[in-house]
């Protein structure tokens, strides 16, 4: 089955930027989304489409995506981002959803 | 932008049965589509399956295909996740969550306030 790739965590201190990747086959070909689940929280979608920034996400979030990686990119990051950030995205075929396996930042 | 409430905290015995459901509101819900992902305690997020509640079409997570049924009642714009024989590892909280698909894929922009299962003996 497909699978994404995310690493298990990232420790940044307040102001410095964080990078957390993505990686998966199918992203050349399918858009990645990125959510954002504070502790005992609903996910919240901060990317879409791959660099797509919802209403109401602050600047300081972004995306990106490169052949068979995306990236979220926090500049600035702040100690309410602490969070566990997910990846989505889907497979070329019959896999409509996918999320990788998340990833822990830790602002320290 | 739309509202999603779920149903509340269930506690079950194994074997039991079980429908959960989820209830949209808000700006043009009807273009929705609706999902139901998992979260196991401590655990990731994992996509369950999505149904499109205008016409009932429904995609499945292959890993969960037989074991839970997704529906719609388009008519009170409500969606259902439902289980025949509930398992101890059924325990979990189970988010709806409502987007968009394509032709082969599918995200999520806003998402219920999740609906916490524990099945015990």
């Known amino acids: 089955s497909y699978e994404l790739t995310q690493p298990p965590s990232v420790s940044v201190s307040p102001g410095q930027t964080a990078r957390i990747t993505c990686s998966g086959d199918?992203?050349?070909?399918?858009?990645a989304y990125w959510y954002q689940q504070k502790a005992g929280q609903v996910p919240v979608l901060v990317i879409d489409?791959?660099?797509g920034r919802p209403s109401g996400i602050p600047e300081r979030f972004s995306g990106s995506s490169s052949g068979t990686t995306a990236t979220l990119t926090i500049s600035g990051v702040q100690a309410e981002d602490e969070a566990d950030y997910y990846c989505?995205?889907?497979?070329?075929?019959?896999?409509?959803?996918?999320f990788g396996g998340g990833t822990k930042l830790t602002v320290l | 932008e739309v509202q999603l409430v779920q149903s509340g905290a269930e506690v079950k015995k194994p074997g039991d049965s079980l429908k959960i459901s989820c209830k949209a509101s808000?700006?043009?819900?009807?273009?929705?589509?609706i999902g139901w992902v998992r979260q196991m305690p401590g655990k990731g997020l994992e996509w369950m399956g999505i149904?499109?509640?205008?016409?009932?079409?429904?995609r499945y997570n292959p890993s969960f295909q037989g074991q839970v049924t997704i529906s719609a009642d388009r008519s009170i714009s409500t969606a259902y996740l439902q289980w025949s024989s509930l398992k101890t590892s059924d325990t979990a909280n189970y988010y709806c969550?409502?987007?968009?698909?394509?032709?082969?894929?599918?995200?999520?922009?806003?998402w219920g306030q999740g609906t916490l299962v524990t099945v015990s003996s």
């Open positions: 149904i499109y509640p205008r016409d009932s079409y429904s």
């Open positions: 808000g700006h043009n819900t009807t273009s929705h589509w």
């Open positions: 969550a409502c987007g968009y698909c394509g032709r082969t894929s599918c995200y999520f922009d806003f």
């Open positions: 489409k791959d660099t």
């Open positions: 989505q995205s889907a497979g070329i075929t019959d896999t409509y959803v996918v």
């Open positions: 199918a992203l050349p070909q399918q858009y």
